[in-house]
């Protein structure tokens, strides 16, 4: 089945210099949620920039479907959500969530080897 993005790829902009890959769910890229939770670990090889992005809301069932999750370039996900861009430069390992009416970014404690259970 071919996926229906929020935003088509040929709106896709230019908005940071290129970083490498990473994860995110259909929820950001399909759904057009906004980013919830984002964690960075080490990269898993070249061009892995080590970024997991999700809307926070996602279950475990939904997460283990590798189905709902895909690479894309960090550039893309910057444009689903730009206020994750001053957090990119955080090097890993690091975990950010949104929290609060505002939906403010807050830093939470990683413990590197927990990272692959979220």
Do not use: H
Request: hydrophobic share 30%.
């Amino acid at each position: 089945m071919k996926k229906k993005f929020a935003i088509p790829g040929d709106q896709i902009r230019r908005l940071i210099p290129s970083m490498g890959y990473c994860y995110a769910t259909d929820r950001i890229t399909v759904d057009g949620c906004v980013v919830g939770y984002m964690y960075r670990e080490e990269p898993e090889q070249g061009g892995d920039s080590g970024w997991r992005f999700f809307a926070g809301d996602e279950t475990q069932e939904y997460v283990d479907d590798a189905a709902n999750t895909e690479l894309y370039d960090v550039n893309t996900i910057v444009n689903y959500d730009k206020s994750i861009i001053r957090l990119l430069s955080t090097p890993p390992p690091c975990a950010y969530e949104r929290t609060g009416k505002a939906a403010v970014w807050t830093e939470i404690a990683v413990d590197d080897e927990n990272l692959e259970d979220d």
